[in-house]
C-alpha cells in the first residue's frame, strides 16, 4: 500500500492550483471524451466536443428539477447510457434541506476517487498544521438507510455509499487515524444507539483520542449534549463492561462487548468525577477534560454551522475547532487550506481537477440571478457572490447547486471561496426578501438579549406565515433553560427589528406584513426533527436543521411542542 506523503501531496495541489485554468479545461475535456455520446448530451448537439466554449454554448444550466426525468428513468432500472457511459449503480440521497425533499444524485466510483484526492489535501495541510501520531478519532458517523429503488438500485446517503465501499477504505486506510469506534457503530441501524456507543467508545480510549469529528459541527454539539445526559449510564456500563440495555441491536452489543467493554472501575471513577465536576461548571472545556490529548475538532463549521460554534466553543475550550472542506453530495469542491484559522475566517480553494466549475453571478443581497453568463473559475471577481454551477464525473452537466459563495482571493490561480449561504429566499411575504444568512443574523443579534438571563438558543427555525392575515415571520426557538416573558418579549421584538431592511420595514408600517411571531418550543423538540430526518432515509451525519419550514409533517412537529409565544410590539414608522 502506498505510503501517505504529505509534503508530496501539498506540492501537487500547489503545481495545479497555479495551472487551474488548464486543469479545469482537462477536467472537462476528461468527462466529455468519458461520457460525450449519452443521450442528454447527444440530444443537445455536443457532437463529441470537448472544448468550454462549445460546452457552453450547447448545454443549459439546470437545476434538480430539470434533470429529474433523466434521473428517474436510471432510479426505474433504464441502464442505457443517458447521463453517463458507464450505468450508475448507486444514488445518494442529498439530505434536501432546502426543499424539503431528498434528490437522487448519481454516485460513482470517479466521484469517490475525487473524494479521497480531496481528502488526503485536505488532510496534507491539516496534518502540517496539527501533527496527529498514533491515536484515535472520535468520529461521530452515521450511516442512512440503505434503500433498493424500483429498478433495484441502492440509494443511500453519500458518506454511507463512501463508508461501505471497500475501495474507499483501501484508499483512506493510509493517511487516517484509527477510529475509537468500529464499523458496526458507525454502520449502526439506529442512530441515537450508535451515537451512545460512539461516546462509549472515545471515553474508553479517552487518552488516546486525538481527532474529534463528524461531518458538520452541529453533530459534535449534539453529541456532547447527549453526554450531558447520559455521562452516568456510560461510567455505569464501563464499571460492570456490559452495555446498557439501551443497546438492542444485536450487532452493537456484539462489537461493544466482545472486542471493547471490560469492566474498568479505575476509569469508570475516574471518568464519573471529570463529569461531576463538568457538571458543576455547565460543561465548559468537556473536550480537553475528557480527552487530554485531543489536538482540534474537526468538521464542517461555516455557514449555518456558525450558530453551532458558540457552544462548541464552550465544550472544545482551548482545543482548536479546524472547519472542514467544502463539498456536497454532487461534487467535492474546495479544501481548507489555512486550517488555524478560525471558522469564521475560513475559505475554501478551489480543487480544479474535482470538477468543472462555473460561477453564477447574484445580484448582492438578494440572490436573484443578473442576466450576465456563468464565469470560468479564473475569471472570477474578488468580492463578488456567485451560486455555483458543477459539471461531475457523474452525470451532473452544469448543475446549479444552489450555494451562494463569495469570492475571497486566490491560492495561485484558483479562487478561495467562502461559503455564504443556500440561494433560495428563506422568508418572504411580499416586497421583502430574506436568506437564511438574514435569519442566522438577526437570532445572534436576538440572542445577545437573552445572554442577560444565561440562556442559549439550542436552535432555531422560520416559517414565512404567508396563510395568515397578515402574513408575517415566525421564528421557532428552542432554548437551553425558561427565559422570563420580559426578556423573551425583548427578543422577539429584536428579532423583528433586525429584518428590518427597508422593504421589510415598510411593509411592517402598512401592515401588509404583520408583527413577527416568536415561538418558544419544548427542550428537545429539533431532536425529533432530527428523528423524523433519519426516519425519511436521511443519515444524521448529513443532517442541517432547516432553515426555514416547508414541510407540513416538520411544522406540525413544531406547531404541538409550542410553550410560549409572543408577538412583536416594535412600531415600525
Ligand atoms: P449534502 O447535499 O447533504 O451533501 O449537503 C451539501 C450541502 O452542505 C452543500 O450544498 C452546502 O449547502 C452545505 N455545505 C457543504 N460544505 C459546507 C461547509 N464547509 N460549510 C457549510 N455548509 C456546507
Redesign the pocket.
Known amino acids: 500500500m502506498e505510503e501517505f506523503n504529505g509534503v508530496r501531496v501539498i506540492e501537487e495541489f500547489e503545481a495545479m492550483t497555479k495551472d487551474a485554468e488548464r486543469v479545469q479545461t482537462e477536467c472537462l475535456k476528461k468527462i466529455l471524451e468519458e461520457n460525450g455520446s449519452v443521450e442528454y448530451l447527444k440530444n443537445l448537439g455536443l457532437n463529441g466536443r470537448t472544448d468550454p466554449e462549445n460546452y457552453k454554448a450547447c448545454v443549459p444550466l439546470v437545476t434538480y428539477k430539470e434533470l429529474e426525468p433523466y434521473i428517474q428513468r436510471i432510479v426505474d432500472g433504464d441502464s442505457s447510457p443517458i447521463l453517463t457511459s458507464n450505468p450508475i449503480t448507486t444514488f445518494?440521497l442529498?439530505?434536501?434541506?432546502s426543499e424539503g425533499k431528498s434528490k437522487f444524485?448519481p454516485f460513482n466510483n470517479a466521484l469517490m476517487e475525487t473524494s479521497v484526492q480531496r481528502s488526503k489535501t485536505s488532510f496534507a495541510f491539516r496534518n502540517r498544521e496539527f501533527p496527529v501520531g498514533k491515536g484515535k478519532e472520535l468520529q461521530f458517523t452515521y450511516r442512512s438507510k440503505q434503500v433498493k429503488t424500483k429498478g433495484g438500485l441502492v440509494a443511500a446517503?453519500?458518506i454511507t455509499n463512501l463508508y461501505t465501499s471497500s475501495l474507499y477504505k483501501n484508499k483512506m486506510k493510509p493517511i487516517k487515524s484509527v477510529f475509537s469506534s468500529p464499523d458496526e457503530v458507525m454502520l449502526g441501524k439506529d442512530f441515537n444507539q450508535s451515537l451512545y456507543c460512539h461516546l462509549l467508545c472515545g471515553l474508553i480510549f479517552y487518552n488516546e483520542i486525538q481527532v474529534i469529528s463528524a461531518v458538520?459541527a452541529q453533530i459534535v454539539v449534539y453529541a456532547f449534549r447527549t453526554l450531558e445526559q447520559v455521562w452516568e449510564q456510560l461510567c455505569a456500563d464501563i464499571r460492570a463492561g456490559t452495555v446498557s440495555h439501551r443497546i438492542t441491536d444485536p450487532a452493537l452489543r456484539t462489537a461493544m462487548s466482545t472486542t471493547l467493554l471490560r469492566s474498568n472501575p479505575e476509569l469508570a471513577e475516574l471518568i464519573c468525577d471529570k463529569c461531576k465536576g463538568l457538571s458543576s461548571s455547565n460543561w465548559g472545556g468537556l473536550i480537553p477534560e475528557l480527552f487530554p490529548n485531543a489536538k482540534y475538532i474537526y468538521a464542517?463549521?461555516?455557514?449555518?454551522?456558525e450558530a453551532y460554534l458558540k457552544k462548541l466553543r464552550h465544550y472544545a475550550g482551548d482545543v482548536p475547532l479546524v472547519?472542514?472542506?467544502?463539498?456536497?453530495?454532487?461534487a467535492k469542491i474546495g479544501v481548507n487550506v489555512n486550517p488555524k484559522l478560525p471558522p469564521e475566517l475560513v475559505t475554501?480553494v478551489v480543487l480544479p481537477d474535482s470538477g468543472y466549475f462555473e460561477f453564477l453571478p447574484l445580484l448582492e443581497k438578494y440572490y436573484k440571478t443578473t442576466e450576465s453568463k456563468p464565469l470560468g473559475l479564473t475569471e472570477v471577481k474578488v468580492g463578488e457572490e456567485y451560486e455555483m454551477v458543477v459539471t461531475n464525473f457523474a452525470g451532473l452537466y452544469r448543475y446549479r447547486?444552489?450555494?451562494v459563495v463569495k469570492v475571497m482571493g486566490f491560492h495561485n490561480s484558483s479562487p478561495e471561496i467562502k461559503?455564504v449561504c443556500?440561494r433560495n429566499l428563506i422568508l418572504n411575504i411580499n416586497i421583502d426578501m430574506h436568506t437564511e444568512k438574514d435569519l442566522q443574523l438577526a437570532v445572534e443579534e436576538a440572542s445577545k438579549v437573552l445572554a442577560e438571563e444565561k440562556l442559549e438558543v439550542v436552535d432555531y427555525t422560520s416559517l414565512a406565515g404567508l396563510s395568515m392575515e397578515p402574513g408575517h415571520y415566525v421564528i421557532f426557538w428552542e432554548l437551553s433553560g425558561e427565559g422570563s416573558d420580559e426578556v423573551l418579549g425583548e427578543c422577539c421584538n429584536c428579532l423583528d427589528q433586525s429584518f428590518g431592511d427597508p422593504a421589510y420595514a415598510f411593509s411592517r408600517k402598512v401592515n401588509t406584513i404583520g408583527a413577527l411571531e416568536l415561538r418558544i418550543v419544548r427542550g428537545g423538540t429539533f431532536q425529533k426533527i432530527l428523528e423524523h430526518f433519519i426516519a425519511s432515509g436521511g443519515s444524521a451525519s448529513?443532517f442541517?436543521t432547516p432553515r426555514c419550514v416547508t414541510n407540513q409533517e416538520v411544522l406540525q412537529l413544531l406547531s404541538s411542542n409550542v410553550v410560549k409565544s409572543y408577538s412583536s410590539t416594535t412600531a415600525f414608522l
Not at 442529498?94 to 434541506?97: A, E, K, L
Open positions: 445518494s442529498s439530505s434536501g434541506t444524485i446517503s453519500y458538520f464542517k463549521m461555516t455557514g449555518s454551522m472547519s472542514g472542506d467544502y463539498g456536497a453530495s454532487e475554501y447547486l444552489g450555494d461559503f443556500r448529513q442541517k
